[in-house]
């Protein structure tokens, strides 16, 4: 196995420039991508890893093009198989931090046997995937998490098919480490890519995103001042949870396992929700809650720490296999069993 490369125990010194390529962005002006590739270039100095051991996988769509804009290496692969490429990579280079940027398209598509596959293995890789409820690169397709009936050039009646929830799909398939953020929250992106970038095992975060030429304002709930303070709902470990205006607070409550809304000053504290994050099912409740009936929930869903990872019992069968058998030998593996020359 190699090891990371730089000074041994010494932590490189970088800022957010260091992580910026030399390619010029080609996203459409006002799109909700260029907040995320600077939250996530101002992430990078906090982790602390060389720019040499970084590496961004995407697949294809607006938000595929991430790789270039990284001053790290990257991989541009094809439509939803950046996940496939990501743990083959893992495998082989298991001491490399690896991004997977996709896109609701890109990821719930074509990809999303891809993407349920390295989740529910627990590759140790950091996706994020880019939700505007559209398909941009190709001009304005209904995706996988348009809302029903949406009117698009695909769908001129209106879709027909029911959304997907990013958020409930990652948990279901298990992933150890899920999140749901907003491009217009700087603050709050931030925090949750360093959270999940630090998560060892298959870290998700579904970035709320918009595209302005397409689907402008699909997240409106949570841009329209009003709205948001109505809706938004940030999820803190081990607190209650509760949304709403100051003078107004509402919470949540739990009726067996369904959630219900009251008004915070008319129940006990001891009453309300208190998040737990370590809590699988109680996610998968918060995943499937929106707006209007429920508030919208940000934040870290589901974090689940010390879980072996896919690389580290691929590794250890590896090991194991060798101590057992020796060193493998190409050469007498391709020969082996029946084998036959035509002369």
Not at 17 to 30: L, T
Not at 239 to 268: N, Q, W, Y
């Amino acid at each position: 196995m190699s090891t990371i490369t730089g000074t041994p125990g010494a932590t490189p010194k970088y800022t957010k420039k260091d992580f910026e390529s030399d390619q010029d962005v080609r996203w459409c002006p006002g799109c909700g991508d260029y907040a995320i590739l600077s939250a996530v270039q101002k992430t990078m100095p906090e982790l602390g890893i060389p720019r040499e051991d970084i590496v961004f996988i995407s697949g294809i769509g607006c938000s595929s093009r991430f790789p270039y804009y990284m001053n790290t290496y990257g991989f541009h692969t094809i439509h939803g198989r950046a996940p496939a490429i990501a743990t083959g990579l893992k495998l082989a280079r298991p001491e490399l931090k690896v991004f997977v940027v996709t896109g609701d398209g890109d990821g719930l598509s074509i990809g999303g046997n891809h993407l349920l596959h390295v989740l529910r293995r627990n590759v140790d890789v950091t996706i994020l995937l880019f939700n505007n409820r559209i398909y941009g690169l190709t001009k304005g397709q209904y995706s996988p998490t348009s809302e029903l009936g949406k009117v698009t050039k695909s769908t001129p009646m209106g879709s027909a098919d029911r959304p997907v929830s990013p958020c409930a799909f990652a948990l279901a398939a298990g992933a150890t480490f899920v999140a749901r953020t907003v491009d217009r929250n700087i603050a709050h992106m931030e925090e949750t890519l360093k959270r999940a970038a630090h998560h060892k095992g298959a870290a998700f975060v579904e970035i709320l995103q918009n595209c302005n030429v397409y689907n402008d304002l699909a997240w409106n709930v949570l841009y329209d001042k009003e709205s948001k303070i109505l809706h938004e709902c940030r999820l803190e470990h081990g607190k209650p949870i509760t949304f709403g205006p100051a003078d107004d607070r509402r919470g949540l409550v739990l009726e067996g396992l369904k959630p219900k809304v009251v008004k915070v000053a008319e129940v006990a504290e001891s009453a309300l929700w208190k998040h737990d994050a370590s809590d699988r099912a109680t996610a998968m409740v918060l995943g499937q809650l929106w707006a209007p009936e429920y508030p919208i929930p940000l934040g870290i869903l589901l974090n689940q720490e010390g879980e072996t990872t896919y690389e580290d019992l691929v590794v250890q069968q590896e090991q194991k296999a060798i101590s057992d058998r020796g060193q493998g030998d190409i050469a007498k593996l391709l020969m082996a069993g029946e084998t036959w020359k035509i002369g």
